[in-house]
T-cell receptor
Framework: DVKVTQSSRYLVKRTGEKVFLECVQD?????MFWYRQDPGLGLRLIYF???????EKGDIPEGYSVSREKKERFSLILESASTNQTSMYLC????????????FGDGTRLSIL | QKEVEQNSGPLSVPEGAIASLNCTYS??????FFWYRQYSGKSPELIMF??SNGDKEDGRFTAQLNKASQYVSLLIRDSQPSDSATYLC?????????WGAGTKLIIKP
């Protein structure tokens, strides 16, 4: 079974802080994704990565950056947290082809005060 | 902007009946389609995926794909209270998945 692990289930931070969300997968997947999910808006892609040190912007990259130094780990960074970044953040991974099912971590519910 | 559209619901279905969830997509180039179930406060979990026109069955679940009409559906037979959740539809487009906002399904005992 694929295991995607996100470092925190719940996180509370203050505006202006630099926030790190970590994601690790154990299935040697090539592709990894970061989404945020807000009520009524569905899943919105922030960034994805198809290989180590490679990254691509998704639909809403503003205010975020990512890092992929190792194949199994994909980090999302909020450079200077703002209250409108309060959301559920979901990490996912998949095999080489982009048309394969994505496997999700448990999610991190992030609150910015 | 490519889109996947779903009725937000809630869709209320009696226990034991068939629940029918629908999804339309805008990218005619989409080849792969996915249904995920998401319980409140949890992350999405894959139920089924379908690549070819027609029906694909897995236990109580059947996915149906009609590429000509750009329409995907999910049927749940013998609905159980544990099926109450939000169901997300997704289609591949330009090296990513495009997600619908989900349909909330309520199974009434």
């Amino acid at each position: 079974d694929v295991k995607v692990t996100q470092s925190s289930r719940y996180l509370v931070k203050r505006t202006g802080e630099k926030v790190f969300l970590e994601c690790v997968q154990d299935m040697d997947h090539e592709n990894m994704f970061w989404y945020r999910q807000d009520p009524g808006l569905g899943l919105r892609l922030i960034y994805f990565s198809y290989d180590v040190k490679m990254k691509e912007k998704g639909d809403i990259p503003e205010g975020y950056s990512v890092s992929r130094e190792k194949k199994e780990r994909f980090s999302l960074i909020l450079e200077s947290a703002s209250t409108n970044q309060t959301s559920m953040y979901l990490c996912a991974s998949t095999w080489t082809a982009f048309n394969q099912p994505q496997h999700f971590g448990d999610g991190t519910r992030l609150s910015i005060l | 902007q490519k889109e996947v559209e779903q009725n937000s619901g809630p869709l209320s279905v009696p226990e034991g009946a068939i629940a029918s969830l629908n999804c339309t997509y805008s990218d005619r180039g989409s080849q792969s389609f996915f249904w995920y179930r998401q319980y409140s406060g949890k992350s999405p979990e894959l139920i089924m995926f379908i690549y070819s026109n027609g029906d694909k069955e897995d236990g109580r679940f059947t996915a149906q794909l009609n590429k000509a009409s750009q329409y995907v559906s999910l049927l749940i037979r013998d609905s159980q209270p544990s099926d109450s959740a939000t169901y997300l539809c997704a289609a591949d487009s330009n090296y990513q998945l495009i997600w619908g906002a989900g349909t909330k399904l309520i199974i009434k005992p």
